[in-house]
């Protein structure tokens, strides 16, 4: 058989495909055969040496067949996709990019405040310990009352003060393992 | 070798070659011959899936009056090359263990 007649059989075999999928595995092909027929072949002995027109038609297309739906991303369409998506992002970037600062800005005061609860708590009921000291050689019931209250203050104050540090810690590594993952999954 | 196997190992074969330079597809099939067995049917779709998921990127040359198309590696490319090495140690680590298991049976 001729470099001709095979590619000919091929295509028709494989005519089920696209026609940029089949001019790829007929152009793939005839440069394997042009190649074996530079590096000593005869063209017969070069297109012998070949799978059989049949099996090589049936595993492209089965091959076609699981790769459905995984396209080239050369493909037109999807690049047509992507750059609608591109303008579309860029129109709506400049909406995307307030509504970002806006979260961030509250979630940078939530956390101020919660902050400034905290410390508030921790270092004014300490101050309220020390005052209830001094207070309690004068008036003892009420510089009782004063301790009791700073301590508690105090120590819920440092209390919520590590459980914000925990929940604040664990954020930012879920965050990093998110990004991390969406990283992957894009490789 | 087990199909599976054989699969699993051919995507980094490929992209080995390339790691000296740029290659066509017949090139690929003389240089892997004596390593695996590898006819033009299996290279095809592997060259394919290498290019769809950029791991080689394609240029098309003009040689002896015709086009031949030339793979090179890409840092995707070099990245599964890498990958497969690792998962490979896990895969020795698990046969030097199931080897000694058969050994004192």
């Known amino acids: 058989m001729t470099k001709k007649e ?15 999928d089949s001019k790829s595995i007929i152009d793939y092909y005839g440069e394997i055969i042009d190649d074996k027929i530079e590096s000593g072949y005869g063209e017969e002995k070069a297109v012998e040496s070949l799978e059989s027109v049949q099996s ?44 970002a ?28 310990f020390v005052f209830g000291i001094v207070e309690a050689f004068s008036n003892l019931p009420k ?10 203050a105090s120590a819920f104050g440092v209390f919520a003060a590590v459980v914000l540090w ?12 998110y990004r991390k993952n969406k990283r992957e999954a894009k490789i | ?34 390593v695996i067995d ?16 950029r791991r080689v990127s394609v240029k098309s040359v003009e040689h002896n009056g015709r086009l031949r198309k030339y793979y090179s590696i890409t840092p995707l490319g070099r990245e599964r090359i890498k990958e497969f090495l690792d998962d490979w140690k896990s895969v020795a680590k698990a ?3 199931i080897e000694k298991e058969y050994e004192n049976d």
């Not at chain 1, 925990?166 to 393992?177: G, L, N």
């Open chain 1, 6 to 20: 095979y590619l000919k059989k091929l295509k028709k075999a494989i005519s089920a495909l696209d026609k940029s």
């Open chain 1, 56 to 99: 090589v038609a049936e595993r492209v297309l089965e091959e076609f067949g699981s790769q459905r739906g995984r396209k080239k991303p050369s493909d037109g369409e999807t690049r047509k996709k992507k750059t609608g998506r591109t303008v579309l992002v860029i129109c709506l970037s400049p909406f995307i990019a307030i509504l």
């Open chain 1, 101 to 128: 600062i806006c979260l961030f800005v509250l979630i940078l005061a939530l956390a101020v405040a919660a902050a400034a609860i905290v410390f508030g708590l921790s270092v004014g009921g300490a101050a309220t």
């Open chain 1, 143 to 152: 510089g009782l009352t004063s301790i009791g209250f700073g301590a508690a």
């Open chain 1, 166 to 177: 925990a929940a604040f810690k664990r954020m930012i590594s879920k965050y990093i393992e």
């Open chain 2, 1 to 34: 070798m087990d199909v599976q196997l054989k699969r699993g190992a051919l995507e980094p074969l490929v992209l080995s070659v390339m790691l000296k330079g740029e290659t066509y597809g017949y090139e690929l099939i003389k240089k892997l011959s004596p």
């Open chain 2, 38 to 53: 590898i006819s033009e049917s299996t290279l095809y779709p592997i060259l394919r899936r290498l290019e769809a998921d």
């Open chain 2, 95 to 97: 046969c030097e263990y």
